[in-house]
């Protein structure tokens, strides 16, 4: 493996209790979750460039409502992250970013078809500046387009998503706001990651801009099982007029497929 590029792919299955109010990705309001996650992280950096690749997907089922029979799903994610840095000065760096969000099957609330794969599909790509320390991150865009396109010509006509009639593509054109913390530490066996993301659109701003709140806690039992506490937060009028909350507590364990820096540590001691 070429020293220039860091690879690092895992799994994560996660049981727990979760609650949310006008989540519109779920239906039930209180419900125990199974989940599994896939999150591969493909850096290339080379003097003062770096190139950092994402992917981020997850798909769980629920009990609705503490009921024996198995429901629907919980968890239904599809995310991309392809971000360019050139350095600038110190930690700042020149940034180009894109972004993809999507799902991989029908959601159904009250037996209506609400969303599917690639409806909706966010995609966003922006220009601007990043500050990156070892724990956390800010990126900072004020030139930002941002695409939503709904793929499945069942939703077009059900005035979904801040769409028109017959309308499934809408375009955006902001400013771009992103705070990332990375395996911040708390306490012995606590650390916290997070991020806060806002879009304000300056053709419509009071009405197309958008907020996305992610904590997460993790509490580290042994090498395999760790605890965690999850707060989600999301606002937007385009969805909903409402904001959506969730809260997740629970279980996982993680397994490391392949991580790069630890194997070609371990060839430089052989």
């Known amino acids: 493996m070429n020293a220039n590029w860091h690879i690092n792919n895992k799994v994560t299955f996660n049981l727990d209790e979760a609650y949310h109010e006008n989540w519109v990705k779920d239906v ?23 190139w950092e690749n994402t992917v981020d997907f997850g798909y769980g089922l629920y009990l609705t409502d503490f009921q024996d029979v198995l ?55 922006s220009l601007g500046a990043t500050y990156s320390k070892k724990e956390y991150s800010v990126l900072f865009s004020p030139l930002t387009a941002k695409m939503l396109y709904v793929g499945d010509e069942r939703l077009w006509n059900q005035g979904l998503f801040g769409l028109a009639d017959n309308e499934h593509i809408n375009y955006n054109f902001g400013a771009y706001a992103k705070f990332n913390l990375i395996s911040w530490k ?5 650390t916290a990651d997070g991020k806060f993301e806002l879009f304000y659109n300056y053709a419509k701003p009071l009405k197309n801009m958008t907020e996305n709140f992610e904590l997460t806690l993790n509490l580290k039992v042994n090498k ?25 507590f629970g279980l996982m364990s993680v397994i490391q497929l392949y991580d790069s820096d630890k194997k070609n540590k371990k060839n430089k001691t052989e």
């Open 28 to 50: 039930a309001t209180n419900y125990i979750i199974t989940s599994a996650y896939f999150l591969g992280r493909y850096n290339f950096s080379a003097n003062d460039f770096k």
């Open 71 to 125: 429901g629907n799903k919980s968890e239904d994610k599809l995310n991309f992250t392809s971000s360019l840095n050139y350095k600038m000065i110190d930690e700042l760096n020149y940034n180009f970013n894109f972004d993809l969000k999507s799902q991989w099957s029908e959601t159904f609330k009250d037996n209506a078809l609400t969303s599917n794969f690639f409806s909706p599909l966010y995609l966003m790509a």
């Open 186 to 190: 708390v306490a012995d066996n606590i």
């Open 224 to 248: 395999w099982l760790s605890a965690f506490f999850q707060t989600y937060l999301i606002f937007d009028k385009n969805i909903i007029d409402k904001l959506q909350f969730k809260q997740r």
